[in-house]
């Protein structure tokens, strides 16, 4: 879906200025109406412009563990009562890895903005996956983001240990096959011109398996 800018008034006056990922621009005036807002003047942004503001934020990757661990976190400040957008700066604020700390201030910052939760992760796709927007979508509707949260924690923590497991159990046959490798390697260049060496001093056949090797 295309990526909006927008520029809108609260009751009082007060400029709004925000963005947001949206289907088409009657959706996006329909979210600023239900937020109290009156749209003045809105425009979908060049993928360039989007793609060049992730990338300030994407120095490196976001580990999996490290999403993990705030998933886990956001359901527990949030199931304790904890406001949505004191919650995600006292993470912010918690977090070592500095790439994802800039990430969930500018995704405070969306909030406070009037964009739904939902709406702020979904502008990072690299982070938050398809399936994990739309799960918080779902609880920001339902009203159980908490019971959300707390069953995303779940799955990911599953998949990332099946993962592990997967990974692990691949790495001891690559490195038998490596070994393999290198002892062919060893053998042929090193081992078997010796073998031929003294054999010819001796004028002796080489072994048919060896003559075969060497060509």
């Known amino acids: 879906m295309p990526l909006y800018s927008?520029?809108?008034?609260?009751?009082?006056g007060k400029p709004?200025?925000?963005e947001g990922v949206f289907s088409n621009e009657t959706e996006l005036v329909r979210f600023l109406e239900n937020q109290g807002l009156?749209?003045?003047?809105?425009?979908e942004k060049k993928r360039k412009e989007a793609s060049n503001k992730l990338f300030t934020f994407f120095s490196r990757?976001?580990?999996k563990q490290t999403v993990i661990i705030f998933t886990r976190q956001f359901?527990?400040?949030?199931?304790a009562g904890v406001p949505l957008v004191n919650a995600l700066r006292f993470l912010a604020e918690e977090t070592e890895d500095k790439s994802f700390q800039k990430i969930l201030l500018d995704i405070v910052k969306n909030v406070e903005e009037g964009m739904s939760l939902s709406q702020a992760?979904?502008?990072?796709?690299?982070v938050f996956s398809e399936l994990y927007v739309e799960m918080v979508a779902s609880g920001e509707a339902s009203g159980t983001l908490d019971k959300v949260l707390e069953n995303l924690a779940q799955t990911m923590e599953r998949d990332y240990r099946l993962y592990l497991e997967i990974k692990n159990a691949l790495r001891y046959p690559l490195l038998v096959i490596i070994a393999i490798v290198v002892a062919i390697f060893v053998i042929t260049?090193?081992?078997i011109p010796k073998?031929?060496?003294v054999y010819g001093q001796f004028k002796m056949p080489l072994p048919l398996p060896t003559r075969i090797i060497i060509g």
Request: proline letters at 6%; glycine letters at 6%.
């Open 61 to 63: 990757k976001i580990k």
């Open 75 to 79: 359901a527990s400040t949030i199931k």
């Open 6 to 12: 927008y520029l809108a008034r609260d009751r009082q």
């Open 121 to 126: 992760l979904r502008k990072y796709p690299e």
């Open 195 to 197: 073998f031929a060496r």
């Open 38 to 43: 009156l749209p003045i003047k809105f425009g």
């Open 189 to 191: 260049l090193f081992v």
């Open 16 to 18: 709004i200025k925000g």
